[in-house]
């Protein structure tokens, strides 16, 4: 996600850069993930390194956009007045930039965070010996109803609280986007 951040914010502050980097990413980001996991398995064998590779391409793409939305939908007036304040550009980003954007890398995260999970059963259901996508297989290989249901109901019960906590820690650290008007 890190990386998210940081690409997505060198597409708001330079257009040249944007100009280049976005055709590309908009392009990855049709790109099936199916599509791709045989290519990581020639790449990286099956094992962790695969999937992580299988993860990491099926979210970062959309994680980029969300984050640069995030950055873009900062109002102007706020960077205005931090300048008039007489912030330097790594002020300003600190103080203005980053806060006012902070919420929608939230949600950012907690979009890649349910895309990943679901990326996540995807790579162990085509390359994997282990895990609960290679569970949920086995189980209707061999007609394993109850399992198979205990384990859909396992992988969502573990999302929502993947989810739970990332909008916790992001009503602690920008409890001002959450306060009623």
Known sequence: ??????????????ATVDAIASPIIDFSRYIP??????????LFGIDDLQRIS???????FYAIVLVTAGFNNVPQEYRDLGTV??????QLFRRVTWPAALP????????SAGICWSYILVAEI???DTGIGFLVIRAQRFLQMDTLFALVIVTGMVGLVYDRVIVMLSKMTCAWAFEKR
């Open 104 to 111: 929608e890398v939230w949600q950012a995260v907690r979009i």
């Open 1 to 14: 996600m890190s990386f998210a951040i940081a690409v997505g914010y060198l597409l708001h502050r330079y």
């Open 126 to 128: 085509v390359a994997a």
């Open 33 to 42: 993930v199916a599509a791709i996991i045989p290519v990581t398995i020639i």
């Open 85 to 90: 304040a007489g912030l330097n550009r790594r």
């Open 54 to 60: 299988v993860l990491v391409f099926g979210t970062v």
